[in-house]
């Protein structure tokens, strides 16, 4: 009784270190320092940016002056973009699937197997889409299929990691009943997980969509199809008023993707 | 009948990885469809108990018979064979929220399916029927297309017991079925559990905090304190001065002392 009226007086104290935040402060100064030695190794100097700025807004102004005729030529290879976009991220996706299931350390059949996955999978998302698109412009030659492939396989390695953290974070209990009932692995999955995930699944594949129509302008560089090809052209030949109009055409496909991905987002939620 | 248990549990212990103690020399011998409701603390190892009569948890000493046969070395297709005569209700519902009412109960029927069918969802029309039939026995046939998060609590346990009720099960564990549920609906979902107790003949063994409860619905009340059973008596020789025993742990009855 005397003891809990004293703890009632006075507030129980913590130790100076946690009082004082010390893990908090002192991880704050290391990351400051860490950027400080970061940005001194990577030499950057603010002036250097600010004296050449002027460079920045004659390019703007050149742009500004879009050539809308241009945008006739450009229908096709954007077009041909999209196409890719859809299949390469379609393919990748598809192949995601079980080896996200694979991979999620809370459905996976053993740790030893999901480990052997994600090793697998860090692999695969090591390896630079620009490497992927000339190793595949070397087998099936120029053209869109390379892009295609190369799409496919980037799709692959980034859907797969955010398809199987978004399965660790399904609620365990629906799982668990589908096994008190009797079913398997196959039937757990199908019942219990896919419900709780496709909603992630779609808006992923859809984010993926969208940073696959933009990189797939990198692409072209390498003779892997789509808009990428013109980009190129109208860059190296300085005609910033078709540059203009392809960066406007990109612009216009990724907000239609992010539109229909919150529309879906909301319809299905 | 009597003579020959349907769950015989023979001094069973558990001892969790980490070292702590779940069951300490446990038996139990449970006749077919009795009404046992085992009481206890928080941590008294109720749901361990439970758990383990349809192996979701196994044992780390003693053996279960059910129905005369010994399960705790069932693997794959006896294990799932066993479970799925085996219904079980949870605390939390653990309905599938996004799927409707109609395919969280008939996800209770895939025991029954071979994996492709299921799982293109190619149910037979009579399993539809009896769906609907599991759901009118519980008062939810109205709701059958609905989502199940569009529901309450109460009636997101009732589908539970009806998808429980697709497994034509012999016995139904539930671990705490109404500590999410307010006064009104618990009485409703524990006399559906009687009801289905009396009528199908289910023996069902049931989680509870609620003294009250138990000895309103139960045939017999069984008392677990730190992993042992300590009490266990048919409801009509059940007193309430025997519950002092079960709810009071060592460790709760020094603090009484402290605090006085």
Not at chain 1, 80 to 85: R, W
Not at chain 1, 148 to 160: D, H, K, N, P, W
């Amino acid at each position: 009784m005397k003891q809990s009226l004293k703890n009632s007086q006075s507030m129980p104290s913590r130790p100076w270190l946690q009082r004082l935040h010390i893990k908090g402060w002192a991880s704050f100064l290391i990351f400051l320092l860490l950027f400080k030695g970061s940005a001194q190794i990577c030499d950057i100097q603010l002036s250097t940016f600010f004296q050449n700025l002027g460079q920045f807004f004659e390019l703007i102004k050149k742009m500004l002056h879009p050539q809308w005729s241009y945008l006739a030529v450009v229908v096709a290879p954007i077009s041909e973009t999209i196409k890719m976009a859809i299949v390469g991220t379609t393919i990748g996706t598809l192949v995601a699937v079980p080896f996200c299931l694979l991979a999620a350390r809370n459905i996976a059949i053993n740790r030893f197997i999901s480990s052997i996955v994600r090793f697998f999978l860090n692999i695969v998302r090591t390896i630079p889409d620009l490497m992927l698109a000339a190793l595949f412009v070397a087998i099936v030659g120029i053209g869109s299929f390379a892009g295609v492939l190369t799409l496919a396989v980037f799709s692959f390695g980034m859907i797969s990691k955010l398809f199987y953290e978004a399965v660790e974070t399904i609620d365990p209990g629906p799982l668990e009943a589908l096994q008190a009932a009797g079913a398997n692995k196959i039937q757990m999955i199908v019942f219990a997980v896919l419900p709780q995930i496709f909603n992630n699944f779609i808006s992923y594949f859809l984010y993926t969509l969208e940073i696959n129509v933009r990189s797939s302008t990198v692409l072209g560089y390498l003779g892997a199809g789509g808009i990428g090809v013109y980009l190129q052209r109208s860059l190296d030949s300085f005609n910033y008023s078709q540059t203009a109009i392809i960066i406007l055409a990109i612009l216009v496909v990724v907000l239609i993707i992010d539109g229909l991905s919150n529309y879906l987002r909301e319809k299905l939620l | 009948m009597t003579e020959k248990p349907l769950i015989s549990i023979k001094n069973i212990s558990k001892i969790y990885a980490n070292g702590t103690v779940g069951l300490k020399n446990v038996s139990l011998n449970i006749p077919a469809g009795q009404f046992v409701v085992i009481v206890g603390l928080s941590g008294a190892g109720k749901s361990t108990l439970l758990r383990t009569i349809n192996r979701m948890h196994s044992v780390t000493q003693g053996d279960i018979l059910i129905d005369g046969h010994s399960i705790i070395h069932y693997k794959n297709k006896q294990l799932r064979q066993l479970r799925r005569s085996i219904g079980m209700i949870f605390q939390d519902f653990n309905l599938i929220k996004r799927s409707t009412v109609q395919r969280n109960v008939l996800a209770g029927r895939v025991g029954y399916y071979p994996t492709w069918k299921s799982v293109c969802n190619l149910f037979s029309a009579a399993d539809k029927q009896k769906a609907y039939q599991a759901l009118q026995q519980v008062g939810m046939g109205e709701k059958l297309y609905s989502r199940a998060d569009a529901l309450s609590g109460g009636q997101q346990q009732r589908v539970a017991i009806a998808r429980t009720l697709m497994q034509d099960p012999k016995i139904i564990l539930a671990d705490e079925p109404i500590a999410s549920l307010d006064p009104m609906t618990t009485q409703t979902v524990m006399k559906d559990l009687k009801q289905l107790n009396r009528q199908l003949n289910i023996t069902v063994v049931v989680n509870l905090h609620s003294v009250p409860i138990a000895q309103q619905f139960a045939d017999r009340i069984v008392g677990l304190r730190a992993g042992e059973l300590i009490y266990d008596k048919l409801i009509d020789q059940v007193n309430s001065e025997d519950f002092q025993t079960i709810y009071q742990s060592s460790s709760s009855s020094t603090d009484m002392e402290n605090a006085s």
